[in-house]
């Protein structure tokens, strides 16, 4: 049993997908799936259920994933141990990011890590789908790290690292009924065209999680995937919104009004509570506590 076929093991499954997989440890797919088939003979079973283009873990693959994690795990626990020897980090970090971060410098942290520690990779994925999306890619291990915006101090099998915290306002327009308020309550406008992000976004949860909490029900008549985008269907009317105070900044509070809420929108970083911390997300970690602006609720 090589470590490579190991790590391609773990990029397919994690991925679902022999082509995503390949992608990610940069090795042509014909290499991936040769490698891979080598290791079920090796081990006397499949680990893949192959069907047309999808495929999903045998129970042998199953009970595989979680000893390869460690494997991997261990061989770059005993990497960091000598690279400390020699006075050098090292290593591979899988990070999930937001669009909009709030006061947290994700540019100035890369540009640190690659000044200082240029011996680690960084592979930096913006998330498309959300905090939910991300934080079982962490759980998983499709991601070592990941910025998430969730309300909670901690979540299972996570360890969430609080970096950012602001005020949520609602947002309406100049000519909206409500815009001379300086604070509204959430039974006044549960009625309200609301313009969200999808279900799994972390404002989309923190918000959806406060009408809950009232016994109220509102509608959210279009769902988008951008603050600006947002800012532009409020402003000409079309919708109302929660957005976080830091959104409507840089020109984008023209023609909008931002009422006060109690409502608070948190950044944290999450890592996976079931991994050692490699020497190279400790990096990471400790610039990401140091170069994030923590704000009381």
């Not at 790290?145 to 100049?174: K, M, T």
């Not at 999450?270 to 609720?297: C, H, K, M, W």
Request: aromatic letters at 4%; proline letters at 4%.
């Amino acid at each position: 049993m090589q470590l490579s076929q190991i790590e391609y093991f773990i990029a397919v499954a994690e991925s679902t997908s022999f082509t995503q997989g390949a992608r990610r440890v940069n090795i042509v797919q014909s290499a991936v799936s040769a490698a891979i088939r080598q290791l079920e003979h090796e081990l006397g079973s499949d680990l893949f259920i192959r069907q047309g283009r999808s495929i999903r873990l045998t129970p042998a693959g199953e009970a595989m994933l979680p000893r390869a994690r460690t494997i991997l795990a261990d061989v770059q626990a005993a990497r960091d141990a000598v690279d400390a020897v020699r006075g050098t980090v090292r290593g591979t970090v899988a990070l999930g990011t937001l669009a909009h971060a709030g006061s947290v410098d994700v540019m100035q942290i890369l540009r640190t890590v690659r000044r200082d520690y240029p011996g680690i990779v960084i592979k930096l994925r913006q998330t498309v789908q959300g905090t939910r999306t991300s934080l079982a890619d962490v759980r998983s291990g499709a991601l070592d790290l990941a910025l998430v915006s969730v309300p909670e101090e901690a979540a299972p099998g996570l360890e969430l690292h609080p970096l950012h915290a602001e005020g949520i306002v609602f947002a309406c327009s100049d000519s909206h009924p409500l815009a001379d308020r300086k604070r509204v309550s959430l039974s006044e406008i549960a009625d309200e065209p609301f313009v969200d992000f999808p279900e799994g976004w972390g404002n989309r949860t923190t918000v959806d999680a406060a009408f809950a909490a009232a016994g109220l029900h509102r509608t959210v008549h279009t769902e988008v995937v951008s603050f600006t985008m947002a800012t532009e269907l409020v402003r000409e009317g079309l919708g109302v919104a929660f957005l976080p105070e830091s959104a409507l900044q840089h020109g984008q509070e023209a023609g909008i009004r931002a009422i006060h809420t109690p409502l608070v929108w948190r950044i944290q970083l999450a890592r996976s509570a079931n991994r050692q911390t490699t020497a190279a997300e400790q990096v990471l970690i400790d610039q990401f506590r140091g170069g994030g602006d923590s704000i009381p609720a």
